[in-house]
């Protein structure tokens, strides 16, 4: 399966780059925990309505470890914890909870090392780490056609993105 992308210039005058070109990712659509539901029902042995039963509670479940102050780790997903944005304050004893403005899930995507079977200077293993999520994602350009583009204009829920 291929990521699609479509290229667009920069144009912010003041920078360096402007006038060039850069690659951004084309979505293709959206995928609802329904549909997921069902897509994993029909490679199981487990009904969708089981499945969206379990989906339902991994939400309640996540969202009470989250506000407990814990980090959820999902395997092959990464982890979830939640972040804030404050203002700061002149000294410690200054902050309090008022300084808070808002908070926010943050999510760090599972790696895995991938040995290039190669050894460095200090006998240390070569490889890269890559995201678990992203392990063997290809790319390739986003193409419109005519009838994709008629089917855009004339449906309520676009079927491909505008580029």
């Not at 407990?68 to 999902?74: A, E, K």
């Amino acid at each position: 399966m291929s990521v699609r992308f479509k290229t667009q210039k920069i144009s912010m005058k003041d920078s360096s780059v402007s006038g060039k070109y850069f690659g951004r990712v084309v979505s293709l659509g959206h995928v609802s925990t329904e549909k997921l539901a069902e897509e994993i029902a029909h490679s199981s042995t487990v009904t969708k309505a089981d499945i969206l039963a379990v989906l339902a509670e991994l939400s309640h479940v996540i969202k009470e470890h989250l506000q407990n102050s814990m980090t959820v780790d999902l395997d092959g997903i990464g982890a979830f914890r939640v972040g804030l944005k404050s203002e700061p304050a002149d000294d410690e004893k200054s902050f309090t909870a008022n300084n808070i403005k808002r908070f926010v899930i943050n999510y760090s995507p599972e790696v895995k090392f991938v040995a290039s079977g190669k050894v460095g200077e200090k006998g240390h293993r070569l490889g890269t780490f890559v995201k678990t999520l992203l392990d063997g994602v290809t790319a390739e350009p986003f193409v419109k056609t005519k009838k994709a583009a008629s089917d855009a204009t004339t449906s309520t829920t676009p079927t491909t993105p505008e580029p």
